[in-house]
């Protein structure tokens, strides 16, 4: 029962960090540029989301009006942010280190910008269905509905996900911009545009990352949460695991990575609940380079 | 054979730069010296930073992490086997060191974000190890007393001045290693290695030993920062040294010029007098205190995006950029 409860915890865990890897593939796909201030984005869009529930009172209107927010400030941030950044940073010995710099600068003026609104207090978004375990033959699961739902809203975007790469001409002009920008181009793909939208699709993943992450936990937020950090962190260790170019490899890091947490803190030290992530992402970079289903070549950014 | 130049080593001038010091410290109050205390350790931390991203090409997130490093292991030794402060710092450098040298030894493999990710990893996980083990004392960390100034130097010296000499000494010492350092046949392979991998490699370096080298010692410098910071605060904790704390000295370097080690003191003296100025415009505002408290930390990160965006190679590679264009358009119109 104890195996069942640690690996049903990994698997909720874990296919949050997928969301936020696939985030961060959707921006690496579409400007080569891994967004550390993608965990502030979704930080973001949860204070939008906690201001619908707080005047309509619905998570369910929360959670898109969370998306909306977040795909529409990530479209922004590459608008104006990324196209500057390319047309100044592009020479010179901080050309390989700029969009790190920006993107880690964007993550503190985030971060400020939401303490100084809404100040650094913690503020709570009520799970909208229970997180009180399903019981089976008299025992109580440490698996709930709210877990369940965590998991089928994750299936469901991914496989919207899946159809719009896969059988729209959207999806074609995405994965060609990513592959192969000036062939595209050639092609008459809007290069530009098609890259605001991969943006703006990130935005959007990480705002449920982010909404979830927060009900899962105790429901409770702020500006310097360690849930946060983790899931920055998480997120980009899932992403790397997986390949950082593979949406399918972002989704099998993140539930290999949630699992792995899950049964080292169960099995090993609950102490570790930091450190953890950090030593599976150096076995990972030892063991497999390239990501568990990435294709064997350097790591040249 | 053409005979190489040798390259003076600039002894003299940091020297020089030590009597200055010296002066200075006798004229302003006890505030200013503080001051001059933390802008000398945020010398030496970013000039750490300058060598490992401006020459060697690597980003590091994580040497707030290794400035804990130092500042623990000094702190352990003092309070356990009562070293002398002088050893306490050394052996601070050498733990940071061999705690660069394992990350370099990952790093080496890695670049650009994969870099940046796994070490920003370590930044996060790294202060919670800390609540692990009773030696290191938990959340209220350790007290790290280096004591009072020497009787020698009279009754009015106090004890901030002291720390001042301290750390001005050791900003001194280390801008003089790492200046002569860059000059030498490793800067030169730093830059070969960063400007373009391959050929560096053709030309004969060993570029994987080199950068494995450049973290090393990198880390060893952020580890006496640390320490220094630890003897400054009067204390070490893991809240001493956040995620914030990399990041701001990310931002010292960028604004010192990346590759400018001359421009250090820019950064630094920017990261202490932001903030002041925080404080001053917030209150000028009248604004609440959930402004002024978070102030600082939105223009440091304002300012990060913004010299990235406009000066990317700092102010002092700006201009010489600039006066090379002109030179170069003069010589044409001619």
Redesign the interface.
């Known amino acids: 029962m104890q195996l069942l409860n640690t690996l049903l915890i990994g698997i909720t865990a874990g296919s949050i960090y997928a969301l936020m890897a696939i985030a961060f593939v959707l921006v690496w796909r579409s400007t080569r540029v891994v967004n550390f201030a993608q965990a502030g984005m979704a930080l973001l869009s949860t204070y939008f989301g906690y201001e619908a529930v707080s005047r309509i009172g619905s998570f369910w209107v929360a959670l898109p009006v969370a998306m909306i927010g977040g795909a529409l400030f990530a479209a922004l941030v590459e608008l104006i942010l990324m196209r500057l950044l390319v047309k100044h940073a592009s020479s010179g010995p901080i050309a390989g280190v700029a969009p790190i710099i920006a993107t880690l600068g964007l993550l503190g003026v985030i971060r400020s910008v939401i303490s100084m609104i809404w100040g650094g207090q913690d503020l709570r978004i009520v799970a909208p269905i229970s997180n009180n375990g399903f019981t089976i033959n008299g025992s109580t699961l440490v698996f709930s509905p709210l877990k369940l739902l965590v998991l089928v809203v994750v299936a469901v975007l991914l496989i919207l996900l899946t159809v719009l790469f896969q059988k729209t001409n959207l999806g074609l002009a995405l994965r060609a911009s990513a592959h192969a920008p000036e062939i595209a181009r050639l092609s008459g793909v809007r290069v530009d545009s098609v890259r605001t939208l991969g943006w703006a699709l990130a935005g959007a993943a990480g705002a449920v990352a982010g909404l979830f992450q927060t009900v899962n936990g105790n429901g409770n937020f702020s500006p310097d949460s360690i849930e946060f950090s983790l899931l920055l962190v998480s997120g980009f260790i899932a992403a790397v695991i997986g390949g950082l170019d593979s949406l399918l490899g972002a989704v099998l890091g993140g539930l290999f990575l949630g699992i792995t947490i899950s049964f080292v803190l169960m099995y090993v030290s609950s102490g570790l609940f930091f450190i953890a992530p950090f030593i599976i992402l150096l076995i990972v970079l030892f063991l497999r380079p390239q990501g568990i289903i990435g294709v064997k070549a350097g790591r040249r950014a | 054979m053409h005979k190489a130049k040798k390259e003076s080593t600039h002894l003299p001038l940091f020297i020089l730069g030590g009597v200055v010091l010296y002066f200075l410290s006798g004229m302003v109050d006890e505030l200013r010296v503080y001051q001059g205390a933390t802008i000398a350790v945020y010398v030496i931390a970013i000039s750490s930073i300058i060598l490992l991203?401006?020459y060697s090409?690597q980003?590091s997130?994580g040497h707030g992490a290794l400035m804990a490093v130092g500042a623990y292991a000094a702190a352990v030794l003092r309070i356990e086997f009562n070293l002398p402060i002088i050893l306490c710092f050394i052996v601070a450098v050498l733990a940071a060191a061999i705690g660069g040298a394992l990350l370099g030894a990952?790093a080496a493999?890695?670049?650009?974000?994969?870099l940046?990710?796994?070490t920003?990893?370590?930044a996060?996980?790294?202060p919670?190890?800390a609540?692990?083990f009773e030696i290191l004392g938990g959340e209220q960390g350790l007290l790290f007393d280096v004591g009072f100034p020497p009787l020698a130097l009279g009754e009015e010296f106090t004890q901030y001045k002291w720390f001042f000499w301290i750390a001005a000494l050791a900003a001194l010492i280390s801008m003089w290693v790492i200046r002569n350092l860059l000059n030498s046949a490793f800067g030169r392979a730093w830059r070969a290695g960063?400007g373009n991998e391959v050929a560096a490699q053709l030309a004969g370096i060993n570029t994987a030993r080199s950068k494995v080298l450049a973290f090393t010692i990198s880390a060893g410098i952020a580890g006496l920062a640390g320490a220094l910071l630890a003897m400054i605060i009067g204390t070490v904790s893991p809240s001493a040294f956040p995620?914030?704390l990399s990041?701001s000295l990310?931002?010292g370097a960028?604004l010192s010029g990346?590759?400018t080690l001359g421009g250090v003191i820019i950064g630094a003296v920017v990261l202490v007098a932001i903030p002041e100025i925080a404080d001053v415009v917030a209150h000028r505002l009248g604004s609440s205190e959930?402004?002024t408290?978070?102030?600082p930390?939105?223009i440091?990160?304002?300012?990060?995006?913004l010299t990235?965006?406009?000066v990317?190679?700092g102010p002092v590679?700006q201009h010489r950029a600039r006066k090379a264009k002109h030179a170069a358009q003069h010589a044409s119109t001619k």
């Open positions: 991203t401006g090409g980003v997130l990952a493999r890695l670049s650009g974000p994969y940046a990710g796994t920003l990893a370590l996060i996980g790294l919670s190890l609540n692990q960063r995620l914030a990041f990310l931002t960028v990346i590759t959930s402004v408290t978070n102030l930390g939105l440091v990160s304002g300012l990060l995006i990235v965006l406009f990317p190679n590679e």
